[in-house]
């Protein structure tokens, strides 16, 4: 069993940045694959970025350039630093592992950005 725990989102203008976190309740350094989902509303949930226990990223192509994945397993916590926010970014924003083959989900985070 994972219970993982989001934070950092919030309200932010366009343009502005946020850094969410979402802290595990294992040793990740055991976790091969880490990831960000996001959904808006009346939306399906999409990928945004995934990190490997290598290190390897992946983003979807509407955040490349301006997200960053990165993991300290030191810490257990894995963060999405969000640059440029746009309107469209806003959504709930799910922290995702694989661990022993399930996928474990964080409860959320709200990202709200105003034009």
């Known amino acids: 069993q994972v219970q993982l725990v989001e934070s950092g989102g919030g309200l932010v203008q366009a343009g502005g940045s946020l850094r969410l976190s979402c802290a595990a309740s294992?040793?990740?350094?055991?976790?091969?694959?880490m990831g960000w989902y996001c959904q808006a509303p009346g939306k399906q949930r999409e990928l945004v970025a995934v990190?490997?226990?290598?290190?390897?990223?992946n983003y979807a192509d509407s955040v490349k350039d301006r997200f960053t994945i990165s993991r300290d397993n030191a810490k257990n916590t894995v963060y999405l630093q969000m640059n440029s926010l746009k309107p469209e970014d806003t959504a709930v924003y799910y922290c995702t592992v694989i661990f022993r083959g399930r996928q474990y989900w964080g409860q959320g985070t709200q990202v709200t950005v105003s034009s």
């Open positions: 294992v040793g990740i350094f055991s976790i091969n694959l």
């Open positions: 990190i490997t226990s290598g290190g390897s990223t």
